[in-house]
Nanobody
């Protein structure tokens, strides 16, 4: 059904910034929740941030709070992740995902993009 495509990943210097985009192939319902997750080699997939399409509610992992900002552009069916003050430990493949409940559990997300890699170099 709906397809998600991430873009904007790449290599950035320690302390730099990067903006990721997640474009949906179709309009989502107002109950949709978009999440950003990341997975580094040898590690479990971890929650980064989420946002509702309805309202302004957003949630961040403690590890990125104050550095990352999730936002949306509903007419464009796009969700963004602005990443500032990047650290080497932020390096991972970043995925966007879609669900219809308010959850940060990746196992409860129904639709996933293919991921975009982010590398932060010292």
């Amino acid at each position: 059904q709906v397809q998600l495509v991430e873009s904007g990943g790449g290599s950035v210097q320690d302390g730099g910034s990067l903006r990721l985009s997640c474009a949906a192939s179709a309009r989502s319902s107002s109950s949709a929740v978009y999440g950003w997750f990341r997975q580094a080699p040898g590690k479990e997939r971890e929650f980064v941030a989420l946002i509702r399409l309805r309202g302004t509610s957003a949630l961040y992992a403690d590890s990125v709070k104050g550095r990352f900002t999730i936002s949306r552009d509903n007419p464009k069916n796009t969700v963004y992740l602005q990443m500032d003050s990047l650290k080497p430990e932020d390096s991972a493949v970043y995925y966007c995902a879609l669900t219809f409940q308010y959850t940060n559990n990746h196992r409860e997300y129904e639709y996933w993009g293919q991921g975009t890699p982010v590398t932060v170099v010292s």
